[in-house]
C-alpha cells in the first residue's frame, strides 16, 4: 500500500511510524486508520521488522485525537463501526509479538492518548499533553481509552481525565504512570532509538511472548494467568535462543540469537 498520511520506513530492524498530517496535528481521519492497519499488519508479519517506534510528524503533536470533522458526521452505527475499527488497529499493534515504543512529540489527545497506550512502552518529549477529551465534544473515547486508562493509572485517575476532558502535561503523565519516561525534544527519538535496541539485543521468542504473557495474563485470574506464564517458560525453554542465551552467560560472552 503507498502510504499519503504516513511515512514508514525500516532502519536496522526498527521500523519507524509517522503519522504526518501536521497541519492538522496529526489527526486520525479514516485514511490514516486504513494506513495504520497495514502498517500494524506489516510490523507484526514482516521478518526484516523486530519492532516498531511511533512517532508524529512536527513540533506540535503526537496526534491531537481522531478527526473531529469525521466523528462530526457519523449517525449510530457507522460509529460503533468507526470505534471498532479503531480498536482492532491498536489491538493489532498491541499483540502483534513485536515491541512498540510510542515518542509522544506532543499533544495526544483522544485517539492519539488511546494510540500511545495500545503501544508497550510511552517516552514522552517534555512538550507532550495527554488527555481524553472526548467529553467536551459530547462522545466518549472509543479506542480503547476507557478500558486501557484505567489499566495503566488505575480507576480514580482515569476517570478524572475522562470525565473532565482536562490535559495533563508530560510530568504529570510520568507521575501517574502514563508515561514511561520524560525527556528533552531532541532526545525523544534517540532515546526511544536505544531503548528499542536494548530490548531488540534480548532473545526476540522471550520478547514476544513476554508481551503476550503481559497482555493476555493482566485480565485473567491470578491462577490462569500463572499458568500461562509456566507454559510460556516451558516453550522458550525449548528454544536455540534459550540455549544461546544461557551458553553465552556460561561462555562470558554476549549472546548472539536468531529467534528460533
Ligand atoms: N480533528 C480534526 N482536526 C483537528 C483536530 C482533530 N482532532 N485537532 C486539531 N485539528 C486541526 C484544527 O482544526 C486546525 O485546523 P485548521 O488550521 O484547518 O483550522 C489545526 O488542526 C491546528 O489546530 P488548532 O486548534 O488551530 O491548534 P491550537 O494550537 O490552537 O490547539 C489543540 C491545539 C490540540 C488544543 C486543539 O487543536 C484541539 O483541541 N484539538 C482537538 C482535540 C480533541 O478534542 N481531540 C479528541 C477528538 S475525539
Excluded: W
Amino acid at each position: 500500500m503507498d502510504y499519503q498520511t504516513l511515512l514508514f520506513h525500516i532502519n536496522d530492524g526498527i521500523a519507524f511510524v509517522t503519522i504526518n498530517r501536521p497541519d492538522k496535528l496529526n489527526a486520525l481521519n479514516d485514511q490514516v486508520m486504513k494506513e495504520l492497519a497495514d502498517a500494524a499488519e506489516r510490523i507484526a508479519t514482516e521478518s526484516d521488522i523486530k519492532g516498531a517506534i511511533l512517532t508524529g510528524s512536527g513540533p506540535k503533536a503526537f496526534v491531537a485525537g481522531a478527526d473531529i470533522g469525521d466523528l462530526s458526521k457519523q449517525g449510530p452505527f457507522d460509529g460503533k463501526a468507526r470505534a471498532q475499527r479503531g480498536q482492532s488497529v491498536l489491538r493489532r499493534l498491541e499483540t502483534g509479538g513485536k515491541p512498540i515504543i510510542a515518542a509522544i512529540n506532543g499533544f495526544a489527545l483522544g485517539g492519539g492518548c488511546e494510540l500511545a497506550m495500545a503501544c508497550h512502552i510511552r517516552i514522552a518529549s517534555d512538550n507532550a499533553k495527554f488527555g481524553q477529551p472526548e467529553v467536551k465534544l459530547g462522545i466518549a473515547p472509543g479506542y480503547g481509552g476507557t478500558q486501557r486508562l484505567p489499566r495503566l493509572v488505575g480507576k480514580g485517575v482515569a476517570l478524572q481525565l475522562i470525565l473532565t476532558g482536562e490535559m495533563i502535561d508530560a510530568q504529570e503523565a510520568y507521575r501517574v504512570g502514563l508515561v514511561n519516561r520524560v525527556v528533552a525534544s531532541n532526545e525523544l527519538l534517540p532515546t526511544a532509538t536505544a531503548m528499542m535496541r536494548t530490548i531488540l539485543a534480548n532473545g526476540p521468542l522471550a520478547v514476544a511472548q513476554c508481551i503476550e504473557v503481559v497482555n493476555a495474563g493482566y485480565d485473567l485470574p491470578l491462577d490462569d494467568a500463572l499458568t500461562f506464564e509456566a507454559t510460556a517458560f516451558g516453550l522458550l525453554a525449548a528454544t536455540d535462543d534459550k540455549r544461546e542465551g544461557t551458553k553465552a552467560f556460561l561462555e562470558k560472552r554476549a549472546p548472539s540469537f536468531k529467534g528460533a
